[in-house]
């Protein structure tokens, strides 16, 4: 009969710790992402307690008020020139390539000045009810000015 060799006899205590470590090896890094996980818990939830009292800090009333925002293609009163101040208007917005002064809201319709620069690749967009040319100054004379009227937008 021959003799086992030392291989065979540790063979099955081997294999046993091989599984035992390896299942060790399998779950370690779960158990290192839980613990970093769990200190992260613990660390964000201790620092969400303020040592500031909040008589100290101003109240949301006290906070200087937000302007309104103005649609994308509106202009701002800030940016208008002289010679658009000189028409009153009550805003301003750009229509394509174009700038629409309006002057007038009442009932639904909306009137003022279109003002086509001669950079502008677009003419008048829309359905006018009334688009008359006018001369104006202060303004370019390759610019073109009409006045106009239509259902308000």
């Not at 201790?46 to 649609?71: N, V, Y």
């Not at 101040?85 to 917005?93: C, D, E, S």
Request: net charge positive; glycine share 8%.
């Amino acid at each position: 009969m021959p003799i086992p060799s030392l291989f065979h006899v540790l063979s099955p205590w081997r294999r046993a710790a091989q599984r035992h470590v390896g299942s060790f090896m399998k779950t370690r890094p779960e158990r290192i992402v839980m613990f970093v996980l769990t200190a992260a818990c613990l660390c964000g939830a201790a620092g969400c307690q303020s040592s500031r009292s909040p008589e100290g800090s101003p109240a949301f009333s006290e906070l200087p008020p937000e302007k309104p925002k103005l649609p994308a293609n509106e202009v701002p009163a800030s940016n208008w020139s002289p010679s658009i101040q000189a028409l009153h208007p009550i805003k301003v917005y750009w229509e394509g390539g174009n700038l629409v002064v309006v002057q007038l809201l009442r009932n639904g319709l909306e009137s003022g000045k279109y003002v086509i620069s001669p950079l502008s690749s677009t003419g008048p967009m829309g359905h006018f009810a009334k688009f008359t040319p006018v001369d104006v100054e202060g303004f370019s004379p390759l610019t073109k000015i009409y006045d106009y009227e239509r259902g308000q937008r």
